[in-house]
């Protein structure tokens, strides 16, 4: 594929770095310098694009997937923090017989985290002794607090816990890639279950991986949706 990434920073050039090992090519980079307001991403500026991966500021992330969605560009979409215009964008995209990805977390496993708290969680919500937690950690360049993956897992404990889920607790501070830890705790014992990112690699390789499952698709997706399919 060729492939746009907008948002060239230290995600957007791990992308390009993974992309190039899987046999793409990035044909196209956008970030602060060339695409202020999202004005950078043209017909002109996108053509031969087979795909955009979009990793940039909850800011500026909604005016880059319109012009992407308008234009045609199947579009995966990393950058959280936006997702309360999420129906907007579901509307855009069906209005444009366009393609997008979207998705909390795009690491492999975080998604298969995500299955297994929703699991363990339906069974320690069966025990009241059980008072459920969510404790987010990344570093301080973030801009999101919770994160969304911490979001999603809020929102897959609330469907058994219902008034009892948790809110995340978050902590900013130094480089931390991305910890998420999701505890059960009782007057007798306490169960937890960790996910630790390494590097943003995990991260980067989902998003590719993401680009090459939107190709002749349409619609909206959540990511979980088509890595589950594949």
């Known amino acids: 594929m060729k492939l746009a990434i907008v948002g060239y920073g230290k995600m957007g050039r791990m992308i390009e770095h993974i992309a190039v090992e899987r046999g793409h090519s990035v044909v196209a980079c956008f970030d602060i310098d ?9 017909a002109e500026s996108l053509a031969g694009v087979d795909a955009a991966i979009e990793f940039s500021t909850p800011e500026t992330a909604l ?12 579009t995966v979409v990393g950058t959280t923090g936006w997702y309360g215009q999420l129906e907007q964008v579901k509307q855009l995209v069906q209005a444009n017989n366009a393609a997008l990805v979207w998705g909390a977390n795009f690491s492999i ?5 995500f299955k297994i708290v ?19 950690q990344h570093h301080k360049f973030k801009k999101d607090a919770p994160s969304g993956t911490a979001l999603v897992l809020a929102r897959l404990m609330q469907e058994s816990y219902g008034e009892r889920a ?4 978050s902590l900013r501070a130094g480089h931390i890639p991305g910890t ?3 505890g059960f ?31 002749n ?14």
């Open 34 to 42: 060339n695409n202020q307001r999202g004005e950078g991403l043209t």
């Open 63 to 74: 005016q880059n997937i319109r012009r992407l969605v308008e234009l045609g560009v199947p």
């Open 109 to 113: 496993g975080v998604n298969l985290f």
């Open 118 to 136: 929703r699991e363990a969680s339906a069974l320690f919500a069966r025990y009241r002794e059980y008072d459920p937690f969510l404790i987010e």
């Open 166 to 169: 948790p809110e995340a607790v």
């Open 180 to 182: 998420h830890e999701v």
């Open 185 to 215: 705790d009782s007057e007798a014992d306490s169960i937890t279950l960790t996910h630790t990112a390494r590097s943003r690699e995990g991260f980067a390789a989902g998003a590719v991986l993401a680009a090459e499952l939107i190709m």
């Open 217 to 230: 698709k349409q619609g909206i997706y959540e990511f979980s949706e088509l890595l589950f399919a594949a």
